[in-house]
């Protein structure tokens, strides 16, 4: 439980930052290129957080 707790701050965290940054050069440079990496990113790091709390279940307590 501690875990997934921690997991979802950290991608909260993360998601806020990265968002923020990626509407800031956006809006500031008109370059839509640094939103789309930031996007596939925080994918990567929802899929990640997402498989860490599915493989934490599988483990006997």
Do not use: R
């Not at 997991?7 to 993360?14: P, S, V």
């Not at 008109?30 to 934490?56: N, Q, R, W």
Request: proline share 3%; aromatic share 14%.
């Amino acid at each position: 439980m501690l875990n997934f707790i921690n997991g979802a701050i950290a991608t909260i965290i993360l998601s806020l930052f990265l968002g923020g940054l990626a509407y800031s050069i956006w809006d500031n440079t008109g370059s839509i290129s640094f939103p789309i990496i930031v996007g596939v990113v925080l994918i990567m790091s929802y899929v990640g957080f997402y498989e860490e709390i599915k493989s934490g279940d599988e483990q006997p307590k």
